[in-house]
């Protein structure tokens, strides 16, 4: 086959062109600091990445929940230790109460003592948190229901449960029936008992003492729960970090290699250009001039 100047020409200018096409890839990986700009660059990292984000995105949402249920426990546990502080308290003065050397005033200030300590339960078990009453099951806009007058608590006793991982959900609130269903009846018979006899606050002191069993009970069994959450969260960040790792792997350039390869490129173009000025020699219509 006969080569002529025309198809030399034409040869050098298509490479020309092709070595300016990876100078410019290459200058806009570096400028984004991707590997594609489009899915029609690579349509298998194209997919990867898309797999890989919406992994990411999946990690990051569970964690968000896993801030939520920490959010309902920690404060479930921190109304629970109130509540204990307040029955232990209250067995403290139904024991002073019930040796039977108190005088009248000194009985008096039990009765005050034990009237505040019993609405300060209530506020404890009517606890909001951002909106949320957090003893009330999945009726979070309504507060539980006291009655002091009668010594009843009434909430629903259903469980709030937040997923923390796929396919798996933990939950996040305490059954309030368990723990202050009876409380208000007791404060309310160690109250009467006060002004019947030793013999009846005797009694007082045993449910009392149950009463403070059950809020114990129920920390442990949150307790236990927020060890799994923290086991949970600790599982939750190693994803995370693989994730992204994964999908800054297969998005991510390597910057030491794409500069070299640009540097490698802008020589290969300059010989190109060097080359290609021997390439095209003086034609006849130039000698014509």
């Known amino acids: 086959m006969r080569i002529t100047q025309g198809m030399l020409s034409n040869n050098m200018l298509r490479n020309l062109s092709s070595s300016y096409n990876k100078m410019g890839n290459l200058m ?11 899915p029609s660059d690579d349509p298998v990292i194209a997919m ?30 921190a ?4 509540a204990t ?3 232990q308290r209250l067995r403290e003065l139904a024991v002073k109460a019930s040796n039977g050397t108190n005088e009248s005033q000194e009985l008096e200030s039990i009765r005050s003592e034990v009237s505040q300590l019993k609405e300060h339960l209530r506020d404890i078990a009517q606890t909001e948190v951002n909106g949320k009453y957090i003893f009330n099951g999945t009726k979070t806009d309504q507060p539980p229901n006291v009655d002091l007058e009668n010594g009843t608590f009434t909430a629903d006793s259903s469980s709030v449960e937040i997923e923390v991982a796929k396919g798996i959900k933990l939950k996040a609130n305490v059954n309030a029936e368990e723990v202050f269903g009876d409380i208000f009846q007791s404060v309310n018979d160690f109250e ?15 449910d009392i ?15 236990a729960r927020m060890n799994r959450l923290e086991l949970v969260e600790n599982r939750l960040s190693e994803q995370n970090i693989i994730a992204t790792k994964a999908m800054s792997d ?28 021997r390439i095209i020699q003086p034609s006849l219509v130039d000698f014509l001039r």
């Open 192 to 206: 009467k008992a006060l002004n019947e006899g030793s013999d009846k606050i005797s009694e007082s002191i045993s």
């Open 209 to 223: 003492d149950e009463g403070i069993n059950k809020i114990i009970n129920s920390r442990a069994d949150l307790g």
């Open 79 to 82: 109304a629970l230790d109130k």
């Open 250 to 277: 297969n998005e991510d350039i390597d910057y030491e290699k794409a500069i070299t390869e640009l540097i490698t490129q802008e020589s290969i173009h300059r010989a190109a250009l060097s080359t290609g000025s």
């Open 28 to 38: 806009d990986q570096l400028n984004t600091g991707k590997k594609i700009t489009r």
């Open 85 to 87: 502080k307040a029955m």
């Open 48 to 77: 990867k990445g898309i797999n890989y984000r919406n992994r990411v995105t999946e990690v990051e949402q569970f964690e968000r929940n896993t801030i939520e249920v920490n959010n309902w426990m920690d404060n479930s546990d």
